[in-house]
């Protein structure tokens, strides 16, 4: 067996024995992995601490071609996280961008532009930069690149254009906005104001249009609110971090 290259973000460690951890990573070019890294609980394992959340680091592997996990035989460090040092609420954000990627993504599916914005959005936080709009932005990335993205601009019933004036209906389960006559029949359908919908397509945009706009405070709640429900029910459940993360909506 070959042994693998790649930049990787770590998203949980899992104690294995009592100089060992599994560790899950998001690679830039295999997507997520689970490896078991021998020794790397030790003072002077062979990993020098590199293994750390949110840690993005150079490794090593071998893959493992049936369920058994992978083995983890280097970690070069570099760049640690360190917003914990500063702010809670940064460190917070950033456990929840682990947290997504932990959970939408599936074992050995690569996905490198998700990868390269997940890296900038875990920078940028560790650089202070405001919250709320830092992760719009990173979970509607997110939600295009894994197919996942709600359609803002035609009926998911119809296909037909929706206009964005007054109060739209948005299907959370049908995946995007609804015309009137395709609103009737489907379930979980909030109205939403037009403002909302313009806003989330503003962040998912690959432009930087994102970095210019001011979410105005009224719709904040609304908007996390719809989006929100829309991460639960593709993950089965409300995402553990937003109990922490009440800055997102403010």
Not at 33 to 40: E, R
Not at 86 to 106: C, F, I, K
Not at 153 to 171: H, L, M, N, P
Request: net charge positive; glycine share 8%; with cysteine.
């Amino acid at each position: 067996m070959s042994s693998e290259k790649s930049l990787a973000i770590v998203l949980r460690l899992v104690e294995f024995s009592e100089t060992s951890v599994i560790a899950t990573l998001f690679t830039e070019d295999f997507g997520k992995i689970s490896a078991l890294a021998k020794g790397a609980r030790r003072p002077k394992g062979p990993f020098e601490a590199a293994l750390d959340l949110l840690a993005v680091c150079r490794i090593v592997f071998i893959h493992k071609a049936s369920d058994a996990l992978d083995l983890l035989t280097e970690a070069k460090l570099e760049r640690r996280f360190r917003a914990a040092t500063r702010d809670l609420s940064h460190l917070y954000a950033g456990y929840y961008v682990a947290e997504l990627l932990q959970v939408l993504t599936d074992e050995g599916d690569p996905h490198p532009r998700l990868f390269q914005a997940a890296n900038q959005t875990i920078r940028e936080l560790d650089d202070s930069a405001e919250i709320a709009p830092t992760i719009l932005r990173f979970e509607m990335t997110a939600l295009h690149e894994l197919g996942h993205l709600p359609s803002l601009d035609q009926c998911v019933g119809c296909g037909g254009e929706v206009a964005k004036t007054g109060r739209i209906a948005f299907g959370q389960l049908a995946g995007g906005v609804l015309c009137g006559t395709c609103r009737s029949g489907h379930r979980q359908v909030v109205s939403v104001s037009a403002g909302v919908i313009k806003a989330l397509q503003i962040f998912s945009d690959p432009s930087d249009a994102w970095r210019r706009t001011e979410v105005d405070k009224p719709l904040r709640g609304e908007l996390r609110g719809v989006l929100n429900r829309y991460l639960a029910n593709l993950m089965g459940r409300k995402p553990r971090m937003h109990r922490y993360l009440g800055v997102l909506g403010k």
